[in-house]
């Protein structure tokens, strides 16, 4: 129910822009809103006091607004739309993975004694180099 309201409401707000601002229809909850605007504006204060750049979308957006193309307002948009768009596709890939190894009890196993067997290696510890040698799960969630 909540997804079909949230629908009607983006389009209402595509419809009729004005009169949705002027009612001030509330797509997302406003605790989560401000949550989010809060994050990237401390975000946005940490890189600049400490001369941070980095080679990512919000450094593009920083560049963007600096460059007066975009407001804070459509940067604050630009970054949600960014992170919802990149957990969906992240949820549904992990969703799939998730199903498939659990319909292939084989390869569950192998890769539960890869990672098991690397993870020994390293102390138990999860770390970028630990990861970079499970080369069965690489090839398992690649397709391959």
Not at 78 to 96: H, M, P, S, V
Request: hydrophobic share 40%; glycine share 4%.
């Amino acid at each position: 129910m909540a997804k079909v309201n949230n629908f009607l409401k983006m389009s209402f707000y595509n419809a009729l822009p004005k009169l949705a601002r002027f009612l001030r229809v509330q797509i997302f909850p406003r605790k989560e809103t401000r949550f989010l605007c809060k994050s990237i504006d401390e975000t946005i204060a940490y890189r600049a006091r400490n001369g941070i750049e980095r080679n990512d979308f919000l450094q593009l957006a920083i560049k963007m607004k600096n460059d007066n193309i975009i407001d804070m307002n459509e940067l604050r948009a630009q970054c949600n739309l960014f992170l919802n768009a990149g957990y969906e596709t992240t949820r549904n890939a992990i969703k799939f993975f998730l199903f498939e190894i659990a319909c292939n009890q084989d390869i569950q196993q192998k890769l539960r004694d890869e990672i098991n067997e690397i993870l020994t290696e390293y102390g138990g510890e999860m770390t970028y180099e630990a990861l970079g040698k499970m080369k069965y799960l690489e090839m398992v969630i690649n397709g391959k």
